[in-house]
């Protein structure tokens, strides 16, 4: 077992039990040519493991383990629970779900259990003890993965329960229920808790009243947590010294990830890119994950070796790709490169979704590629492990804010906050300055630059937090649909942004929404240096605002449909704004700008604080820094077709002259020249 610092993770999903001993040892020879030191198993095993309930069948496990081990190849043992056999769906009537619609759902599926079932837990928690009571002291074992992606929705009886304790445990009383849900609007009002019913299709005026919606939420993410602990506390128990962990699934939004990872000893999540995003996309999402446990070192739990088999078209990954969807998680704090699958399935419902070994064997372009990454991983070993990134820069991103943005009726129904946000990510990423996203709950006093995209609900304190930051000197930037409701979802009475208006010195009277093919004219007023165009282009939605004590850097110009000029009554108004608030300064962005607007304004208050690119760079390069007790890691991914420059003797947050390439084993100093498509680990002398 690794005693103290463990080596970057490289492996991943293991389903063992579909194969014979052959198969099982020809693997075996694969993946230590691989360079594998890592398996996830038996992931969906449960029916195998007790074929009858209190009956299990450890011996064949036993047995795989053992030549994991033999081998030299670490395990995350998975509790298998997030696939109940079919005894328990049948012989318990509280197991399987009922859906949105009302309707009880058979059984079949994976993930697909009422997360308050009595019964579950109390099999899932059994099992779990009896996994941890016989592999605790097994030396391969490196950690516990609970289940697999949560996030099934349930609407039985029993939720319901459950639901209207959980109100009573938040509100207290029925009239504090009445007021966080201002049920007088429609005549909704509730005179004792039992009254409250799930928001399903059965009921629309809970399903589309957003207070009750978000409050179902919480308690789904809460029965989760709950779940998820049921077995996470008798795995710590057992092992205290080891992670226990879930992987969580992408971007389920349904789910408050930032709630839950807290409960885990990694944020382990599953990034699978669509063929179609751009580099900058998963690289926001890593930061998302980065952020669910305050900056702390993440899992890559899942990837894809190659192609998916559920998006629309599903594209073969290009040589090379693997390994740069590899290094990106890396580089953005990953401490493990995990992939599904390590053998593709004969049949089912992913037989092709792409695998370490294919259906072809392992003499394929793929197994090849594997083992090239493989061999890289375990020359840097654990060089950067556990180390993080420092960023002086911050973008606010709140789970409760996408649901409750996005639960809105109105004013678009292309609200997006995920894409939203992403644009901003997308502005310091383009110039490789390093940007962490943060909670509501962050502590903000380390950064010198805090953006607050689409922050629509304003939860009890943050105002002040921010307040603070920009008195003391920080530079603030907020948007359109800004400081508009609390965390139940009331509007805010006076004017938006509510309790940041004297930050921004602004107040919003009225937002326009603009059809897709509309836009809008940005005219500068010339007072904000580091806008060399006086104009740019805004859609989406428009503030129209008024200033406090913000001074007007921007206004509505023109309005096109189109293409085609058309009347706007705004024209003239404010677009854009910055306020002098105690030391600092807060900017209030009116409207959804054009990249162009974005690149200069990023630039612009980046320059302010002294906030520069990491280095120079020609050409389509990503850089990042990571940095623990052994110094400073620099990551270049070069994402484009050209051979690229990293400037290493320019201007920039490192300051040391001079590197050792880590892929390369030699040391590097001024321009560095990276060819298109490449990877390269420098690490600061
Ligand atoms: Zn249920």
């Known amino acids: 077992m690794w005693k103290d610092k463990r080596p970057i993770l490289f492996g991943g999903d293991y389903n063992p039990d579909q194969w014979d001993d052959a198969v099982i040892e020809e693997d075996m020879r694969l993946f230590e040519q691989a360079g594998v030191n890592l398996l996830v198993l038996p992931v969906f095993s449960w029916a195998k493991l007790e074929p009858e309930e209190g009956r299990y069948e450890f011996a064949w496990l036993d047995h795989i383990l053992n030549k994991i081990w033999e081998h030299g190849i670490h395990v995350f043992l998975a509790t298998p629970t997030s696939a109940q056999p079919a005894w328990l769906s049948k012989k318990y009537d509280d197991v399987l779900p009922v859906d949105i619609a009302g309707r009880k759902r058979t059984h079949g599926m994976r993930v697909f259990f009422c997360v308050n079932s009595v019964h579950y837990r109390e099999r899932a928690r059994a099992l779990a003890e009896a996994m941890a009571e016989r592999y605790r002291d097994f030396p391969g074992l490196a950690g516990w993965h609970v289940a697999n992606e949560y996030g099934t929705y349930c609407y039985c009886e029993n939720c319901q329960r459950k639901f209207r304790d959980w109100?009573?445990?938040?509100?207290?009383?029925?009239?504090?229920?009445?007021?966080?849900?201002?049920?007088?609007?429609?005549?909704?009002?509730?005179?004792?808790?039992?009254?409250?019913?799930?928001?399903?299709?059965?009921?629309?005026?809970?399903?589309?009243?957003?207070?009750?919606?978000?409050?179902?939420?919480?308690?789904?993410?809460?029965?989760?947590?709950?779940?998820?602990?049921?077995?996470?506390?008798?795995?710590?128990?057992?092992?205290?010294?080891?992670?226990?962990?879930?992987?969580?699934?992408?971007?389920?939004?349904?789910?408050?990830?930032?709630?839950?990872?807290?409960?885990?000893?990694?944020?382990?999540?599953?990034?699978?890119?669509?063929?179609?995003?751009?580099?900058?996309?998963?690289?926001?999402?890593?930061?998302?994950?980065?952020?669910?446990?305050?900056?702390?070192?993440?899992?890559?739990?899942?990837?894809?070796?190659?192609?998916?088999?559920?998006?629309?078209?599903?594209?073969?990954?290009?040589?090379?790709?693997?390994?740069?969807?590899?290094?990106?998680?890396?580089?953005?704090?990953?401490?493990?490169?995990?992939?599904?699958?390590?053998?593709?399935?004969?049949?089912?419902?992913?037989?092709?979704?792409?695998?370490?070994?294919?259906?072809?064997?392992?003499?394929?372009?793929?197994?090849?590629?594997?083992?090239?990454?493989?061999?890289?991983?375990?020359?840097?070993?654990?060089?950067?492990?556990?180390?993080?990134?420092?960023?002086?820069?911050?973008?606010?991103?709140?789970?409760?804010?996408?649901?409750?943005?996005?639960?809105?009726?109105?004013?678009?129904q292309d609200m997006d906050y995920l894409k939203?946000?992403?644009?901003?990510?997308?502005?310091f990423y383009a110039q490789n300055i390093p940007v962490d996203i943060v909670k509501t709950s962050t502590d903000l006093s380390g950064y010198d630059l805090v953006l607050t995209p689409l922050?629509?609900?304003?939860?009890?304190?943050?105002?002040?937090?921010?307040?603070?930051?920009?008195?003391?000197?920080?530079?603030?930037?907020?948007?359109?649909?800004?400081?508009?409701?609390?965390?139940?979802?009331?509007?805010?009475?006076?004017?938006?942004?509510?309790?940041?208006?004297?930050?921004?010195?602004?107040?919003?009277?009225?937002?326009?929404?603009?059809?897709?093919?509309?836009?809008?004219?940005?005219?500068?007023?010339?007072?904000?240096?580091?806008?060399?165009?006086?104009?740019?282009?805004?859609?989406?939605?428009?503030?129209?605002?008024?200033?406090?004590?913000?001074?007007?850097?921007?206004?509505?110009?023109?309005?096109?449909?189109?293409?085609?000029?058309?009347?706007?009554?705004?024209?003239?108004?404010?677009?854009?704004?910055?306020?002098?608030?105690?030391?600092?300064r807060a900017y209030y962005i009116g409207c959804e700008p054009d990249d162009r607007f974005l690149a200069r304004f990023i630039a612009r208050i980046c320059r302010e604080k002294g906030i520069t690119p990491l280095f120079p760079v020609e050409g389509e390069i990503e850089l990042t820094c990571r940095e623990n007790e052994n110094g400073r890691f620099v990551f270049a991914i070069s994402h484009g077709k050209e051979t690229g420059k990293v400037h290493l003797d320019g201007d920039g947050a490192c300051p040391g002259k001079r590197y050792f390439d880590l892929l390369r084993e030699k040391e590097v100093s001024g321009t560095y020249v990276i060819a298109g498509g490449d990877v390269a680990v420098l690490k600061e002398l």
């Open 420 to 427: 939203q946000v992403f644009r901003y990510y997308r502005a």
């Open 167 to 412: 109100l009573r445990r938040r509100y207290g009383t029925v009239e504090e229920l009445n007021s966080r849900w201002h049920t007088s609007f429609w005549g909704r009002t509730v005179y004792d808790f039992d009254e409250v019913m799930v928001p399903d299709e059965r009921n629309d005026d809970y399903r589309f009243a957003p207070a009750v919606q978000l409050d179902y939420m919480r308690f789904v993410t809460d029965s989760t947590i709950e779940c998820y602990e049921n077995e996470a506390e008798v795995l710590k128990a057992a092992t205290p010294h080891l992670p226990v962990f879930t992987n969580i699934s992408g971007f389920i939004k349904k789910l408050n990830q930032f709630e839950m990872v807290p409960h885990m000893d990694y944020a382990g999540w599953d990034n699978y890119p669509a063929p179609t995003d751009e580099p900058a996309f998963p690289a926001f999402k890593h930061g998302i994950m980065r952020a669910a446990r305050d900056g702390a070192p993440f899992l890559v739990a899942e990837q894809s070796p190659n192609q998916q088999n559920w998006q629309p078209y599903n594209k073969l990954k290009r040589p090379g790709e693997i390994r740069r969807i590899a290094y990106q998680g890396l580089a953005h704090g990953a401490d493990s490169s995990l992939f599904f699958q390590m053998r593709q399935s004969v049949a089912g419902q992913e037989k092709f979704h792409g695998a370490f070994i294919a259906h072809c064997g392992a003499n394929s372009r793929i197994f090849r590629e594997a083992c090239a990454l493989g061999q890289e991983l375990h020359k840097l070993g654990d060089a950067f492990t556990g180390s993080r990134i420092h960023a002086r820069t911050a973008i606010v991103f709140d789970w409760e804010n996408w649901w409750a943005l996005e639960l809105t009726s109105g004013p678009t």
């Open 455 to 584: 922050l629509y609900m304003i939860k009890p304190g943050f105002a002040e937090k921010l307040r603070t930051f920009v008195e003391k000197g920080g530079t603030a930037a907020a948007t359109y649909m800004s400081g508009r409701a609390d965390e139940n979802d009331r509007c805010i009475f006076g004017a938006y942004p509510g309790p940041l208006r004297d930050v921004f010195g602004v107040w919003v009277e009225e937002t326009d929404a603009l059809y897709p093919e509309e836009s809008v004219e940005l005219v500068m007023m010339g007072t904000e240096s580091g806008f060399p165009e006086k104009r740019y282009e805004g859609r989406f939605l428009c503030d129209l605002f008024h200033t406090d004590t913000a001074e007007v850097a921007a206004v509505y110009g023109k309005s096109f449909a189109d293409g085609k000029e058309q009347d706007c009554f705004y024209t003239g108004m404010p677009a854009f704004s910055v306020n002098a608030f105690g030391e600092g």
